[in-house]
């Protein structure tokens, strides 16, 4: 009987220090992941450069940094994009007769479902809404 105790007290204290081992494996595990992940990282970047490098003219370039060529066209400046969303030619003239307020507004709070949803994750600063709005100016004006 009493081996027997001695045995569960030399289980415990193996099991114990396994443990032990076991977690600070771990750790030294996990910082080796973190280290060796820093590769996959950078080549993400790279290829995000790379896409960044598409053929949109410079005066344009504000469409594509902010996706929305992700899911429209220009046809009239000649910016190809998504068909998720509709061609941005006439936007700026057609805007008010669409929906009711002009493009500055409702690029600040959109009145319908989708483009609500993509502003509301990414907001767009007043400078961008200028530099947009003169481009779709200049679309309709084509
Ligand atoms: C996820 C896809 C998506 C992205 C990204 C997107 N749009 Fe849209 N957009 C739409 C859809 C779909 C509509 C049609 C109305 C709706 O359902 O919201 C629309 C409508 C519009 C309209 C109204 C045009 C019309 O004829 O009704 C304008 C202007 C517009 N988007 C501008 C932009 C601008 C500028 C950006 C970039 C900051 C952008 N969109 C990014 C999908 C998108």
Same mark, same amino acid.
């Given at each position: ?53 598409? #053929? /949109? ?60 949803? /993509?502003?509301?994750? #990414? ?11 003169? /481009? ?7």
């Amino acid at each position: 009987m009493k081996s027997n105790g001695l045995i569960f007290i030399l289980a415990f204290v193996l099991a114990f220090a396994g443990g032990y081992f076991f977690f600070t494996n771990d750790k030294t595990n996990d910082t080796q992941i973190k280290e060796s992940s820093e590769s996959p990282t950078e080549a993400g970047k790279e290829s995000k450069d790379e896409k960044e490098q598409t #053929s /949109v003219p410079a005066e344009y370039e504000i469409l594509n940094t902010k996706s929305c060529l992700s899911c429209h066209a220009v046809s009239s400046l000649g910016l190809e994009g998504g068909n998720t969303g509709p061609d941005l030619s006439n936007a700026y003239s057609d805007i008010e007769g669409k929906h009711g307020i002009d493009l500055n507004s409702f690029l600040q709070k959109p009145t319908s479902a989708v483009m609500s949803s /993509v502003i509301e994750g #990414s907001p767009l600063s007043a400078d961008e809404r200028e530099e947009i709005l003169e /481009v779709l100016k200049k679309a309709s004006e084509k």
